[in-house]
Structure formats: C-alpha cells, structure tokens
C-alpha cells in the first residue's frame, strides 16, 4: 500500500510552466508504474501521463506530449510532472495514482489517489 499527496499546482498564465510532485509514503513506490490524472469540473478524470516503475518508459496523453513531461525519483519517492507551454484547457485538479490493473490509460486501473493539487491556467 502507498499514500501519496500532490503539490506543485497553482495559478498561471498561458505560456507559463509549473512542476507538480507526487510524493509517496510506503516502501513499494518503486514497485508500481505510476501516472498523471486530471479532472475538469463536471468532467472525467483523464489520462494525462504514465511512468514504468523504473522510469525507463513514458506514456503521454496526444493533448500534452511535447509539452509535459513526467519523472520519477525512487530514491526520494516521488513523481514529478513538468508542464511546459501551458494552455487555458489544461486547467483542472491533476491527481497523481499507482497502477494497479492492467492499463495505463484507465482511471479505474490505479489505487491509492492522492487528493488533488488546482492548476488553473488564465488566458
């Protein structure tokens, strides 16, 4: 099991860039791949980005690749997102979650959610 808590979100203007981390209470962070949700009011929560546990591999969703980019730091148990070249449709609570099923785009594959960190991007 793993508890993790998100950080790093806030208020921005278009073009700008912000760091969220993910960090991870537990021993077995380095055991699970992890990924990047977010979730617009009144929407889904979508894929953004995945890590293999190794951070050896990336998997990016189409409307943030070249733009964001998703690490890892096993030794410090956390996960990072990058997000570069930010646009007033990234905005949305981004929550960081372990995979514990068997695909990575699929919410309903990961556990262990933390509880969120804003990013609201201004036009």
């Known amino acids: 099991q793993v508890q993790l808590a998100e950080s790093g979100g806030g208020l921005v203007e278009a073009g700008g860039s912000l760091r969220l981390s993910c960090a991870a209470a537990?021993?077995?962070?380095?055991?699970?791949?992890m990924g990047w949700f977010r979730q617009a009011p009144g929407k889904e929560r979508d894929f953004v980005a995945a890590?293999?546990?190794?951070?050896?591999?990336?998997f990016y969703a189409d409307s943030v690749k070249g733009r964001f980019t998703i690490s890892r730091e096993n030794a410090k148990n956390t996960m990072y997102l990058q997000m570069n070249s930010l646009k007033p449709e990234d905005t949305a609570v981004y929550f960081c979650g372990a995979l514990t099923g068997s695909s990575w785009r699929e919410a309903y594959n990961y556990d262990y959610w933390g509880q969120g960190t804003q990013v609201t991007v201004s036009s």
């Open positions: 890590i293999s546990p190794s951070g050896g591999s990336t």
């Open positions: 537990g021993r077995t962070f380095d055991t699970y791949p």
